[in-house]
C-alpha cells in the first residue's frame, strides 16, 4: 500500500538523507495546506498524511526502527483533533471572524452549506464536471465523469420562532424573514407545545442540479400569557370575583383563548374553588387517527376587595355577627385575647 | 475564548511575546476584555495556521502578512460565490439551466 510508506508519501528514496526529507516536507504541506486549499475536500488528509510520514521520517531513531519493520507507518500517526481555519473562514455560521463575511444573521442559523462539498460540488455541477474551466481551460471538461450532472439534497436549514400564547393553543400562520430577505411561512398547528420543534418539507436549502430541497427545522418558543397558564391540554386562568359575586352567586365574563365567555359562579363561592369549563382547553391529537379532543379550562375563583375603601360595606361588617368566623382555627390559634399585636406598614 | 497565556500553552509552537505581537499587526484578532486579550476558536485555528507556515513550511515573517491577505481575500471570495450559488440554486429550474448555460459559455472563452 503505497499510503502506508512514508517514504512514498513524502516522494523520497529510501537513502534521502534529512534535509531531502525536510525539503520535501515542506513543499509538500505547502501544497496540501487545508487552509490554503478550502477547496480540496482531501487536501485535509493529504496533509495529515504527510504530517505523519514526516513525523516517522525526521526521527532518525523511529525511521530506523521503521527501516528495521519494528513500526508499521500507521502507529505513528498522531490523533490530531485539531480544527483547521478553513472551517470557520469558509461561510461557516456566524460568518467569516476576519474580514467579516455574509454570516447566519439574527435568530436564524443556516445548517447547511456550511461544508464546502457543497460549493465545490455545486461548481463541479455547473461547470459539467471534471473541476470545470478554473483548473484546465477550455477542453479540459472532457475528462471529467462524462459530463454527469451532479445532484444532492440541499441542507436542512434550523430556525426558531417566537409565538403568541394564544397562537400557539388555536394555530397560526408565521412568517420567518430569512437571512437573504425571502420569506418563510410556517403553518403553527392548533396545540402546538412550546419548544416543540416543526418540520417544513422541502423548506430547506435547495437542492443542487435538480436534486430535492433540505427541510426546515422551526422551534418554536411559546411566549406566556399575561393571565392564562397551559398544562398539557388544559388552561388555567384565576378569576378575581367581587366579595358580592361570590356571596350571592353570579354570572360573569370570563375569558377564554376563542373570547369571553359567561360563567356561572355559584352562591357562596369561595377563593380557591376551581370551575371548569369544558372544550375550551388545547386542542391535541386523540388516541385514534383523525379523532380530534380539546383540553378543559379550568377558573380558579379568587374573591378581591374593593380597591378603594367602602363606608357601606365598612358599615355592614361593624353590624354583622357572623356565625362562625374563625378561619385560623386550624392553626392552633385560639379567639382569646393575647399576644402582642403586630402591625404591617 | 482563551487568554494570550492560555493559548500560548495551548499552541506550543508560539510565545506570549509571538502572540501579542501578532496582534498589533493584525495577523491574528483578539478582543480586549478588561486588560486581557480573548482568542476565539476561529483565532486560534490562525494561530496554528501562522505556526505551520512558519515552521513547517519554512515561510519567513515578511511573507506571512501577505499570505493572510491573499488568504482572506480568498475566503471572502468562496463566500460571496457561496451566497451565488445558493441565490441560483434557490431559483426555479428553467432560470437555474439559462444560468448554467451563460456561465458554461462564459468558462469556454476564459
Known amino acids: 500500500m503505497p499510503t502506508n510508506d512514508p517514504y512514498a508519501v513524502l516522494g523520497v528514496d529510501r537513502k534521502a538523507s534529512q534535509d531531502e526529507i525536510r525539503k520535501a516536507y515542506r513543499s509538500l504541506s505547502k501544497k496540501f495546506h487545508p487552509d490554503l486549499n478550502p477547496g480540496k475536500k482531501d487536501a485535509e488528509d493529504r496533509f495529515k498524511e504527510v504530517g505523519a510520514a514526516y513525523g516517522l521520517l525526521s526521527d532518525p531513531e523511529k525511521r530506523a526502527r521503521f527501516d528495521r519493520g519494528e513500526i508499521d507507518a500507521a502507529g505513528q500517526e498522531r490523533p490530531s483533533q485539531r480544527t483547521f481555519y478553513r472551517q470557520y473562514a469558509d461561510g461557516a455560521p456566524g460568518g467569516g471572524p476576519q474580514g467579516g463575511g455574509p454570516g447566519g444573521a439574527g435568530h436564524a442559523q443556516a445548517e447547511g452549506f456550511a461544508s464546502q462539498e457543497d460549493l465545490e460540488d455545486f461548481l463541479g455541477g455547473m461547470f459539467g464536471g471534471g473541476g470545470g474551466p478554473f483548473r484546465g481551460g477550455p477542453g479540459a471538461g472532457a475528462g471529467g465523469a462524462g459530463g454527469a450532472r451532479f445532484r444532492a439534497r440541499g441542507p436542512d436549514m434550523s430556525y426558531s420562532l417566537r409565538i403568541d400564547f394564544i397562537d400557539a393553543v ?11 430577505d425571502s420569506a418563510l411561512d410556517v403553518r403553527i398547528p392548533p396545540g402546538t407545545a412550546d419548544r416543540q420543534t416543526l418540520r417544513l418539507k422541502g423548506k430547506g436549502g435547495g437542492g443542487f442540479g435538480g436534486g430535492e430541497p433540505g427541510d426546515a427545522f422551526v422551534e418554536v418558543h411559546v411566549q406566556p400569557h399575561a393571565f392564562f397558564t397551559r398544562k398539557d391540554e388544559n388552561i388555567h386562568l384565576e378569576l378575581p370575583v367581587t366579595l358580592k359575586e361570590a356571596v350571592l352567586g353570579a354570572k360573569v365574563r370570563t375569558p377564554t383563548v376563542d373570547g369571553p365567555v ?37 377558573v380558579t375563583l ?44 | 475564548m482563551k487568554t494570550l497565556a492560555e493559548l500560548a500553552q495551548a499552541a506550543a509552537r508560539v510565545r506570549a511575546e509571538e502572540l501579542e505581537l501578532w496582534v498589533s499587526e493584525g495577523w491574528v484578532e483578539a ?22 507556515l512558519r515552521h513547517d513550511m519554512a515561510v519567513n515573517d515578511e511573507a506571512i502578512p501577505l499570505i493572510l491577505d491573499l488568504m482572506d481575500q480568498l475566503y471572502a471570495t468562496r463566500r460571496q460565490l457561496k451566497a451565488l450559488a445558493a441565490a441560483v440554486e434557490a431559483q426555479p429550474e428553467d432560470i437555474r439551466q439559462l444560468v448554467q448555460e451563460a456561465v458554461t459559455a462564459k468558462a469556454k472563452s476564459i
Open chain 1, 262 to 298: 359567561m360563567l356561572a359562579v355559584p352562591k357562596g363561592a369561595n377563593t380557591g374553588d376551581t370551575l371548569r369549563l369544558k372544550g375550551k382547553g388545547v386542542p391535541a391529537k386523540g388516541d385514534r387517527p383523525g379523532e380530534e379532543r380539546r383540553g378543559d379550562q379550568y
Open chain 1, 302 to 345: 379568587k374573591v378581591v376587595l374593593p380597591d378603594a375603601p367602602d363606608a357601606a360595606l365598612e358599615d355592614f361588617c361593624r353590624d354583622w355577627q357572623p356565625a362562625e368566623d374563625d378561619p385560623r382555627r386550624h392553626m392552633g390559634v385560639g379567639q382569646k385575647a393575647g399576644g402582642r399585636t403586630e402591625g404591617a406598614a
Open chain 2, 31 to 52: 478582543t480586549l476584555v478588561e486588560t486581557e486579550w480573548q482568542f476565539t476558536e476561529a483565532a486560534e485555528a490562525r494561530v496554528h495556521l501562522i505556526c505551520d
Open chain 1, 170 to 180: 388555536k394555530g397560526a400562520t408565521k412568517r420567518i424573514t430569512l437571512p437573504d
